[in-house]
């Protein structure tokens, strides 16, 4: 079992930043990727950013790339999302997730998730 659990959500101004953070214990293994989804109210839940935790490199959805960076901590199993240049559109609830994707074209699909965490806010005001 892996619980997962999400911190650093909030309320900031438009330009501004928030870095959220991701802790998994339980201990993933193998091939597994953790990753963050958003879900706007009123919309579907739609891919952020992820990576492979033993494989290379990192996964961006067009609509954050050059503004929001994923990173990990290898020695607590944490994730992390900075989120620079916030736009109100990236008001959401943002979930981070852990899951066995079946190849790297699965990274971005939700349904390949199997752990959850509750979810953070985040507003960005314009």
């Known amino acids: 079992q892996v619980q997962v659990e999400e911190s650093g959500g909030g309320l900031v101004q438009a330009g501004g930043s928030l870095r959220l953070s991701c802790a998994a214990s339980?201990?993933?293994?193998?091939?597994?990727?953790m990753g963050w989804f958003r879900q706007a109210r009123g919309k579907e839940r739609e891919f952020v950013a992820a990576?492979?935790?033993?494989?290379?490199?990192?996964f961006y959805a067009d609509s954050v790339k050059g503004r929001f960076t994923i990173s990990r901590d290898d020695a607590t199993n944490t994730v992390f999302l900075q989120m620079d240049s916030l736009k109100p559109e990236d008001t959401a609830v943002y979930s981070c997730?852990?899951?066995?994707?079946?190849?790297?074209?699965?990274?971005?699909?939700?349904?390949?998730?199997?752990?959850w965490g509750q979810g953070t806010q985040v507003t960005v005001s314009s």
């Open positions: 339980g201990r993933p293994f193998g091939e597994y990727a």
């Open positions: 990576f492979r935790w033993r494989g290379p490199g990192t």
């Open positions: 997730a852990v899951g066995w994707p079946a190849g790297s074209s699965r990274v971005t699909t939700a349904s390949e998730y199997m752990y």
